[in-house]
C-alpha cells in the first residue's frame, strides 16, 4: 500500500499524463480532419508537428536546466553531440506516425502504436536469438488478432473524414513508427548506461535540440514545407493555436512521464501510459464523433487486454530479480 504522500504524488502523475495526452490527442485529431477557412484548406504538414513539438520541449527543458535543475560540478554528462544519432531515428518515426493520420483514423493510429512489443519481439528473435515464454507469445498472439480485426472493419463516417484513406499505407507508418522508436530506444539506453549520472531533463532538452534542428534543415532547407506551414498559420491563427497548445501539452506529458519513470519505475508508467491510450481512444469516440464498430471495440479489447498482461507480467519478473540480486 501506498503511504498518504507517495499516493497524491502517484495521483498528481496520473492526472499530470491523462490531461497532457489526452488533450494532445484532440488536438492532434483536429489538425488532421480539420478543414480550415472558408475554402476548406486541411493542414498541410502533418509530419512537422514533430519537429514544432521538438523547439518548444529544447526551450522548456533547457530552461528547467538553466534554473530549476542545474548540473552539478561533480555529475559526468554525456557530451551533447552524443544524442545526434538517436534523434535521427526519433525524428522520422514520429513524422511517419503523425503522416499516418491522413491514412487511418485516430483510434486505429492510436491501437496501432499501442504495439511495440510485436516489432521488439520479432527483431529479437531473428537478431538476437531470444525466446520468449508462452505468455508472451500469447500476449502477442492477442495482439496481433487485435489489430487485425480492427484493420478488417471501419465506420464509412471515420473514413470520410481522412484526407487520403489507405489503410495498408497507414498501418505500414505505424509500424515504422515503431521499428524506428526501438532503435531509438536503445540507443538512449546505451547512453545511459555510460554516463550514468544523465537526468531525464538533461536527455530530454538535447534529443529535442537535435530533432529539432534536423526539422529545420528539412523543413527549410531541402523542401519549402516550412514556409507553408508559416504561411498556413498566419492565414489561419486557429490552427496555429492549435499547435501551440499541441506543443505545450508534449512539453509537459514528457516531464511527467520522467518524473513517474523516476518515482514509481517504468512499469508504473507503462501501465499510465497504457490505460490512458484507452481513453484517448474513448475520448475520440465520445468527442470528435468516431464511432467503432462492435467487432472494433472487441479488437480494442483483444489489444490492451494483451498489452497489460504483459506489462504486468514484465514487472513481477523484474520484482523478482531484484530481490534475488539483494
Given at each position: 500500500m501506498f503511504e498518504p504522500r507517495t499516493a497524491a504524488w502517484l495521483l498528481l502523475c496520473v492526472v499530470g499524463i491523462y490531461a497532457s495526452y489526452l488533450t494532445q490527442g484532440v488536438v492532434q485529431e483536429k489538425l488532421s480532419t480539420t478543414r480550415y477557412g472558408a475554402a476548406g484548406e486541411r493542414f498541410p504538414e502533418l509530419k512537422a508537428l514533430n519537429g514544432v513539438q521538438s523547439v518548444a520541449c529544447f526551450v522548456w527543458a533547457g530552461l528547467l536546466l538553466l534554473f530549476v535543475q542545474p548540473p552539478r560540478k561533480d555529475q559526468k554528462f554525456p557530451p551533447f553531440t552524443a544524442f545526434w544519432k538517436p534523434a535521427v531515428t526519433n525524428s522520422i518515426g514520429p513524422a511517419c506516425g503523425y503522416e499516418a493520420l491522413k491514412n487511418i483514423s485516430y483510434p486505429a493510429q492510436v491501437l496501432a502504436k499501442s504495439c511495440k512489443m510485436i516489432p521488439v519481439m520479432i527483431m529479437g528473435t531473428l537478431i538476437g536469438g531470444k525466446y520468449y515464454s508462452v505468455l508472451e507469445y500469447g500476449c502477442a498472439a492477442m495482439i496481433a488478432a487485435g489489430i487485425s480485426l480492427f484493420a478488417s472493419h471501419s465506420s464509412a463516417v471515420v473514413t470520410r473524414k481522412l484526407a487520403a484513406p489507405n489503410a495498408p499505407l497507414g498501418y505500414f507508418l505505424c509500424f515504422t513508427n515503431l521499428m524506428f522508436d526501438g532503435y531509438t530506444n536503445a540507443t538512449?539506453?546505451?547512453?545511459?548506461?555510460?554516463?550514468?549520472?544523465?537526468?531525464?531533463?538533461?536527455?530530454?532538452?538535447?534529443m529535442n535540440f537535435w530533432c529539432g534542428l534536423y526539422y529545420a534543415v528539412y523543413l527549410f532547407g531541402f523542401s519549402s514545407s516550412g514556409w507553408k506551414l508559416v504561411q498556413f498559420c498566419l492565414q489561419h491563427t486557429d490552427a496555429a493555436w492549435d499547435i501551440a497548445l499541441f506543443c505545450l501539452c508534449g512539453a509537459i506529458g514528457q516531464l511527467f512521464i520522467f518524473f513517474t519513470i523516476r518515482k514509481f519505475g517504468s512499469l508504473v508508467n507503462t501501465l499510465i501510459t497504457t490505460t490512458r491510450k484507452f481513453f484517448n481512444i474513448l475520448l475520440s469516440v465520445v468527442w470528435n464523433g468516431n464511432p467503432l464498430l462492435p467487432q472494433q471495440w472487441v479488437a480494442v479489447g483483444l489489444v490492451f487486454a494483451g498489452l497489460l498482461v504483459s506489462?504486468?507480467?514484465?514487472?513481477?519478473?523484474h520484482q523478482l530479480v531484484s530481490n534475488k540480486t539483494k
Open positions: 538512449q539506453d546505451e547512453i545511459n548506461k555510460q554516463f550514468r549520472d544523465t537526468t531525464a531533463i538533461y536527455t530530454m532538452c538535447w506489462a504486468v507480467t514484465k514487472g513481477k519478473r
